[in-house]
């Protein structure tokens, strides 16, 4: 059993700074790419950040110089600090993650449950 959860959502002012996390816990042999995606109401999702097993980013227009995606040296744990938050970040932030069991040689497309992130003007 694989599971993914994203935690450290919350409502804060415009100019202030949250850091999410996605961590991926059950039988796994590796974590690939994950990918942080965002939906605000009557939205489409849209991707946010994504970094690869390797360390390679890649972010949206719309975040670059505000948001930077990490991940632990363990590789489960991928994180994304957002500063300078503006209202118009408000949305659920999804983790998507690539994963490869410990059973299989191919690798599982993954979402997290999301993290709502609320930012006030």
């Known amino acids: 059993q694989v599971q993914l959860a994203e935690s450290g959502g919350g409502l804060v002012q415009a100019g202030g700074s949250l850091r999410l996390s996605c961590t991926a816990s059950?039988?796994?042999?590796?974590?690939?790419?994950v990918t942080w995606y965002r939906q605000a109401p009557g939205k489409q999702r849209g991707l946010v950040a994504s970094?690869?097993?390797?360390?390679?980013?890649n972010y949206a227009d719309s975040v670059k110089g505000r948001f930077t995606i990490s991940r632990d040296n363990r590789g489960k744990s991928v994180y994304l600090q957002m500063n300078s938050l503006k209202p118009e970040d408000t949305a659920v932030y999804y983790c998507y993650a690539e994963i490869v069991r410990s059973s299989s040689v191919d690798f599982t497309l993954y979402w997290g449950q999301g993290t709502q992130v609320t930012v006030s003007s």
């Open positions: 059950g039988s796994i042999f590796r974590v690939n790419t």
């Open positions: 970094i690869t097993s390797g360390g390679t980013t």
